[in-house]
């Protein structure tokens, strides 16, 4: 039998129920053009699952003394207008920042990079424009405690009200991969 391009057929797979059947046959490709069929790839054949994977982070949920006064310092000093839900960043709202994205980094315990805070974490937030949100918080009286220039973006570090180290990067475009 000859299969034309493009033409599809469901194969019954002995032992394989018909919903299963229909699940292996919606993560196979298949192309034909030759004498048989070749099979493409195939994620979930004879049961096995496709293995689940994190897409992103979904939020960053932290406790603090004074929700209040928390907020109130985050938009004062940053511009971060948080509601009572919190404050919802969309990709689109990164599109003009290449080489920006999310870093989840697991830290040794004996690394200094947090200081001077004590926290076991850090805020990373992606700004538009450093020296404008370094003069914001200077006229808040909030000073950077460190500054730092890498060839993926510049850096500079200051302390919230609770004594948080946050990590204000604006992005620069990634070198091209050879």
């Not at 960053?60 to 907020?71: G, M, N, P, Q, R």
């Amino acid at each position: 039998m000859r299969i034309e391009y493009g033409e599809r057929r469901v194969l019954p797979f002995q032992g394989i129920d018909a919903k299963q059947q229909y699940r292996v046959f919606e993560d196979i490709g298949m192309i034909a053009g030759m004498e048989g069929v070749s099979v493409v790839h195939a994620l979930d054949l004879a049961g096995a699952r496709r293995m689940a994977k994190v897409l992103g982070v979904g939020g960053l949920f932290f406790k603090t003394k004074d929700s209040a006064a928390l907020k109130e310092w985050y938009a004062r000093v940053l511009g971060l207008e948080i509601g009572d839900w919190g404050v919802f960043f969309t990709p689109d709202m990164v599109k003009d920042a290449p080489g920006s994205g999310t870093v989840f980094s697991p830290f040794s315990a004996d690394s200094d990079y947090f200081s001077p805070s004590d926290k076991e974490f850090m805020f990373n937030l992606i700004v538009d424009d450093m020296d404008g949100m370094l003069e914001r918080a200077k006229a808040e009286g909030v000073e950077p405690v460190s500054r730092q220039e890498e060839s993926y973006g510049r850096f500079a570090h200051i302390i919230d009200l609770e004594g948080r180290k946050i990590e204000l990067w604006q992005p620069k475009p990634m070198p091209e991969q050879t």
